[in-house]
């Protein structure tokens, strides 16, 4: 197969930027003082547990003594008839045990049609050449995926890129092989893609809704801000062939979940605009996500631009929480993810399941941490001849548990957010500090509100949500 690729972006000097000192926490690790429109609260990191303050007496009295510590925090919560430590902590240090596999994405065609600057990929190249997965391989990772999965629970398989349309024929071979080979070992499959949606066909689209599919396409913005950030080859404009894309999935069949996943650069428009754009052209779930590494750096977001990308991604909530307030769907996933895991109680030592339960499986066979990290010695994860590393991975989640991570184990907000992503973390440091604090310390005040004005939201079922429990509802004090 032959792939035309773009030429002539800067390349990468191949030489890491240093790592900027992450910003110090201030407060205690451990309970955050924060005011909704209806009072006063408390945050305990530990079971992401929040409480309805009685007064503002209490409330002054619990912030004094987070600033400057004078004692047990247990003992102060008896005093002041706080019932916060009656069992033992949930997250005391010590690493995950290894987990049965539950998810692995394929990286099919490491090679992409179009030439996007910020991509994490180097347009799904990883540094190295394109190539495409083998038809064996990719059947011999469905097989480990099986074979490493515990007996009878649900599977994911992904496919990745570069774009994997490109390997379409590829795609179609392997959900039919992975929904009998599940059958045949009692695992239910489902399976996700991320695509730029310029190469649909309509064979594609009818794959997509005659099975369990999630499908996240990338989107910059309206013509003229996704055609500043993805050139076509020929000039040709990228969003036009997306929306033909979504054309085609309206025609013959939408996914169960579509998503738009938007990069954001220093050259991404207003935030509110893109995402009402996403929004209107009837995506499911719209969500933004900074770029802190890319192999050209003009396109990463800085330590100094974390402030105003605060600033706007709080203007996009408070509109969530506005309409979902008053009852009218509004699907930033951002927000929508954040309030929904504070109501269960989210709590993880580690940012995502990558290492763990999630694989990824490069086109020759290794297996890294997670795609973002195919080619990375530092995350190689062992291969699909000879099984997962386990190994490999039990020194993974040791090295990264959250409270091993500086200045994370000080930080309120670190069973929220998990220490970061692995391959930002790794190529970039925590640039982003103050920004996951004060995007989770506005969502702990919207939780609140919406608690309040929306409790039925709660309870309605969510796409790509677990089970909505009671571990993180509010409690009084």
């Not at 619990?62 to 008896?78: F, H, K, S």
């Not at 991320?194 to 689209?205: G, I």
């Not at 530092?378 to 020194?395: I, K, N, V």
Request: net charge negative.
């Amino acid at each position: 197969m032959t792939v035309l690729l773009q030429i002539g972006r800067r390349p990468h000097d191949g030489v890491p930027a240093p790592h900027p000192a992450a910003a110090p926490p201030t407060g205690h690790p451990d309970v955050r003082v924060f005011r909704s429109a209806y009072g006063a609260h408390l945050f305990v990191a530990d079971g992401s547990r929040v409480y309805d303050l009685p007064d503002e007496g209490t409330a002054a009295r619990l912030e004094q003594w987070a600033a400057a510590p004078d004692g047990a925090l247990p003992d102060l919560a008896r005093e002041l008839g706080l019932p916060l430590w009656d069992r033992p902590p949930r997250i005391d240090g010590t690493a995950a045990e290894v987990p049965p596999l539950a998810s692995l994405s394929l990286n099919v065609m490491q090679a992409c049609n179009l030439s996007c600057g910020h991509c994490y990929a180097d347009e799904g190249r990883f540094g190295g050449s394109a190539r495409a997965m083998p038809r064996s391989t990719a059947f011999a990772a469905v097989d480990r995926l099986l074979a490493e999965a515990a007996p009878g629970a649900d599977v994911v398989v992904g496919f990745m890129g570069g774009e994997p349309m490109l390997a379409r024929e590829l795609v179609h071979q392997v959900v039919a092989y992975a929904e009998r080979a599940g059958a045949a070992t009692g695992h239910p499959v489902r399976f996700a893609l991320t695509t730029n949606l310029t190469t649909l066909r309509p064979e594609d689209a009818r794959l997509f809704a005659e099975h369990p599919f999630t499908v996240t396409v990338s989107l910059d913005g309206d013509r003229a801000g996704h055609d500043a950030l993805r050139r076509a080859p020929g000039g040709a404009s990228a969003y036009d062939r997306l929306r033909a894309g979504l054309s085609l999935l309206e025609r013959h069949g939408r996914p169960r979940h579509l998503a738009a996943r938007v990069s954001v650069t220093p050259h991404t428009g207003r935030l509110l605009d893109v995402l009402e754009h996403g929004i209107g052209l009837g995506f499911d779930e719209v969500g933004f996500a900074a770029v802190v590494s890319a192999p050209d750096p003009g396109y990463e977001i800085t330590a100094d631009a974390f402030a105003g990308f605060l600033a706007q991604m709080v203007e996009c909530g408070e509109r969530a929480l506005g309409e979902l307030a008053a009852g009218r769907r509004y699907p930033f996933g951002n927000f929508e993810t954040a309030v929904r895991q504070l109501h269960r109680g989210t709590h993880r030592p580690y940012p995502c399941g990558a290492g763990a339960g999630y694989l990824s499986a490069a086109a020759d066979g290794g297996l890294y941490a997670c795609h973002r990290l195919v080619g990375d010695p530092e995350f190689a994860m062992g291969s699909l001849a000879e099984g997962p590393d386990r190994a490999a991975r039990a020194h993974h989640l040791e090295q990264r548990h959250v409270d091993r991570a500086e200045p994370c184990r000080s930080c309120w907000a670190r069973y929220l957010c998990g220490g970061g992503c692995h391959h930002e973390v790794s190529r970039r440091g925590r640039p982003g500090c103050d920004y996951i604090r004060g995007w989770l310390a506005f969502c702990l005040r919207a939780y609140v509100e919406l608690c309040e004005a929306a409790p039925g939201w709660f309870l309605a079922p969510a796409d790509q949500a677990a089970p909505v429990g009671a571990a993180g509802r509010r409690e009084p004090s």
